[in-house]
């Protein structure tokens, strides 16, 4: 027997960013990397939540291979928001770094468990359908996998318009 389920709704093809206009959020936690941001990318996003008045905050200190304190610094700032949806705008690492947060942040406070949706603006890694994702400890010399089902996305948002214009690297 064999089967095949996933918790992560998927949208994808021409427009799927539209589904941000359906959603029905009084605030948004964005987690984004750097370039991201600078490059404009992320006006795909926020221009779409302009258009239905959802405030949002967007944090873009992500690095690769998230280190712990970085993720400290965003489950606080998560927690004093306390938005209605979270989500990760960018390659594994921002991925990865939101699972982080969202799972800590939980952790700290149980009712923080705003629904997570995943944007990702590169190809490849899956990030945003599965269960896992991997912190790291610089001082130790050490990366952290963490597994749970928490970490696994509401929603998935696969974009041709983000994944097209992102740098070949």
């Known amino acids: 027997m064999q089967e095949f389920s ?3 709704t998927v949208f994808f093809g021409e427009n799927a960013l539209d589904h941000l206009l359906e959603k029905d959020s009084k605030c948004a936690f ?3 990397d750097p ?4 490059s404009g ?14 405030p949002y905050l967007i944090y873009d200190d992500v690095v690769p291979d998230p280190p712990m304190d ?3 610094v965003g489950v606080q700032k998560a927690l004093d928001l306390r938005p209605d949806c979270i989500m990760a705008v960018g390659g594994g690492s921002a991925i ?7 799972m800590f942040a939980h952790r700290a406070d149980p009712t923080f468990d705003p629904p997570f949706v995943a944007i990702p603006t590169t190809s490849g890694t899956g990030s945003e359908v599965t269960s896992f994702a991997v912190i790291t400890d610089r001082e130790a010399g050490v ?4 597994v749970s089902d928490k970490l696994l996305p509401e929603v998935a948002i696969l974009s041709s ?3 097209a214009s992102v740098p070949k690297n």
């Open 30 to 32: 964005i987690v984004a």
């Open 143 to 146: 990366k952290y996998p963490l």
């Open 70 to 72: 970085k993720v400290i």
């Open 35 to 38: 370039f991201t941001v600078k």
């Open 6 to 8: 996933l918790k992560t």
């Open 161 to 163: 318009e983000l994944v």
């Open 96 to 102: 990865d770094f939101t699972k982080a947060v969202k």
């Open 41 to 54: 990318l992320i006006k795909n996003v926020t221009d779409r939540l302009d258009a239905t008045d959802v």
